[in-house]
């Protein structure tokens, strides 16, 4: 069956270093989200990727936060510095486009900044 | 903005008792509705959906009804399992959205089956 993958699985990293997350959705999937899930809490659309193009990153933290989907595939959200508040899981997620369909989430990223 | 409210949890019950968790939404238009499940160090799994007014969606035992009178669309399931257990978020897609299906999410209910 069909996934969306994401890795790594968990990340610890130190306050102000870079981390990186990497999503690779669905084949044929032109619509990819990255959300952020803080534990105890609903996740929350960071950023909204058609093919290629961003159509939503209104709640992207720029100043540190970067997503890109160079060939409208796969997906890497990138943070730097990474500060204490960021801890939490970062989930991707793919659908097509057309109408409404199902949204298929990947397992996630945790990630630990101490 | 749209927004999704659900009862807070944890909803600690025994096997094969009756489950309701509650969710109200506020929204312009006709969204969809949905409601995900989430397992230990797992991602999301939709678990049913509604597109409609009065649309019903169901899964697994589950279902919820789309009431647009009172903007709502409750979980609920006859006799639940032990492997029940899980937390449970409801969510909506605006009717707006050209452009895929962005989900805005409740904040989850924790859901604990004792044997």
């Known amino acids: 069956e069909a996934e969306v993958a994401q890795s790594p699985r968990y990340k610890i990293t130190e306050k102000s270093q870079a981390v990186a997350f990497w999503c690779d959705p669905i084949s044929g999937h032109a619509t990819l989200y990255w959300y952020r899930q803080i534990l105890g809490q609903g996740p929350e659309l960071l950023v909204q990727f058609q093919d290629e193009s961003v159509v939503d990153d209104s709640q992207l933290p720029k100043d540190r936060f970067s997503a890109e989907r160079l060939k409208g595939v796969d997906s890497t959200l990138k943070i730097q510095p990474a500060e204490l508040g960021d801890s939490a899981m970062y989930l991707c997620?793919?659908?097509?486009?057309?109408?409404?369909?199902?949204?298929?989430f990947g397992q996630g990223t945790r990630l630990t900044v101490v | 903005g749209d927004s999704v409210t659900q009862m807070e949890g944890p909803v600690t019950l025994s096997e094969e008792a009756f489950l309701t968790i509650n969710c109200t939404y506020t929204?312009?238009?006709?969204?969809?509705l949905f409601w995900y499940v989430q397992y230990p160090g797992e991602g999301l799994q939709l678990l049913l959906k509604?597109?409609?007014?009065?649309d019903k969606g169901s899964n697994k035992g589950f279902e919820a009804t789309y009431r647009k009178e009172t903007t709502s669309f409750h979980l609920e399931k006859g006799s639940v399992q032990v492997s029940d257990s899980a937390v449970y978020f409801c969510a909506l897609s605006p009717s707006h959205n050209n452009a895929g299906n962005m989900l805005t999410f409740g904040g989850g209910t924790r859901l604990m089956v004792k044997p």
């Open positions: 509604a597109t409609k007014a009065d």
């Open positions: 929204a312009t238009g006709y969204p969809s």
């Open positions: 997620a793919s659908s097509l486009v057309s109408g409404y369909t199902e949204a298929f």
